[in-house]
T-cell receptor
Framework: GAVVSQHPSWVICKSGTSVKIECRSL??????MFWYRQFPKQSLMLMAT?????????EQGVEKDKFLINHASLTLSTLTVTSAHPEDSSFYIC??????????????FGPGTRLTVL | ELKVEQNPLFLSMQEGKNYTIYCNYS?????LYWYRQDPGKSLESLFV?????AVKQEGRLMASLDTKARLSTLHITAAVHDLSATYFC?????????????FGKGTLLTVNP
């Protein structure tokens, strides 16, 4: 199956700093990427959907100026948490799919990035 | 707005027993997924159910889909400790081009010796 990687796998940062998380599709071209956030013992919540070369679509309640998403290539999407605060501490998971594979409803999930903001 | 409800949210069972996890969803959908998540890990895809009456089995897990009732079940047969994990169902929104998934809250399964 398709492989999606995330980097870093975990990060600890100070409050007020910005953190960038990368999501790469390693063996296919991802026209669409999804970013999810998962708080402890909760489900995955979709934050935003990004299509290569266009602006991301954010879900209701997600601040687009705080969570900057860039999907500049078919193999890389980045999520930048700007001015991070302790309440942003969470497990961030990306998934990616192609327009072709989407017909079969496959999203390929990355391994996740655990962010801890002190 | 698509809503997905799973129950139970917590399930503690003994090895060797059978049980079923239920997943109800609120609007028409054409795809339903089951995932497994181990602590600290991302999602592992278990099943994709594409049509009404679909049934898929892998080992001790069997998933089924009833699109008319908007219900999917994940049946566990003769549970073993290795099945302890959180199980999520997710439903794809019909229409649109981005195929968003809406997840249930998850079922934390603990299999005791």
């Amino acid at each position: 199956g398709a492989v999606v990687s995330q980097h870093p796998s975990w990060v600890i940062c100070k409050s007020g700093t910005s953190v960038k998380i990368e999501c790469r599709s390693l063996d296919f071209q991802a026209t669409t990427m999804f970013w999810y956030r998962q708080f402890p013992k909760q489900s995955l919540m979709l934050m935003a959907t990004s299509n290569e070369g266009s602006k991301a679509t954010y879900e209701q309640g997600v601040e687009k100026d705080k969570f900057l998403i860039n999907h500049a290539s078919l193999t890389l999407s980045t999520l930048t948490v700007t001015s991070a605060h302790p309440e942003d501490s969470s497990f961030y998971i990306c998934s990616s799919g192609t327009s072709g594979r989407a017909v079969y409803n496959e999203q390929f999930f990355g391994p996740g990035t655990r962010l801890t903001v002190l | 707005e698509l809503k997905v409800e799973q129950n139970p949210l917590f399930l503690s069972m003994q090895e060797g027993k059978n049980y079923t996890i239920y997943c109800n969803y609120s609007t028409t959908s054409d795809r339903l997924y089951w995932y497994r998540q181990d602590p600290g890990k991302s999602l592992e895809s278990l099943f994709v159910l594409l049509s009404n009456g679909a049934v898929k089995q892998e080992g001790r897990l069997m998933a089924s889909l009833d699109t008319k009732a908007r219900l999917s079940t994940l049946h566990i047969t003769a549970a073993v400790h290795d099945l302890s994990a959180t199980y999520f169902c997710a439903v794809r929104s019909s229409g649109g081009s981005n195929y968003k998934l809406t997840f249930g809250k998850g079922t934390l399964l603990t299999v005791n010796p």
